[in-house]
């Protein structure tokens, strides 16, 4: 389980990262050829990205919750 718990969280490191990169690329629309469709590509990135990392930020609170268990035991297989 702790393993899973630090693959979530360098999921969801990753996956704001990304976020992170695609708002600094939107300083960048003015010098764009289509600067509206870049922002509709961005916008629609964003949302992608964001619905991804809030359920890895809900899976991360999961494990941690389970751990945090003073009876959680380790499971084998899980």
Known sequence: MK???IKARI????????ILDVNRNRKRLSFTNDPIKREEVLNEELRVLNKVAQQQALLVEHYESVL?????R?????
């Open 3 to 5: 393993l899973r718990l």
């Open 11 to 18: 999921a969801l490191n990753q996956t704001i990262q990304k």
């Open 68 to 72: 945090s268990r003073p009876d959680a």
């Open 74 to 78: 380790p499971q084998l297989g899980h």
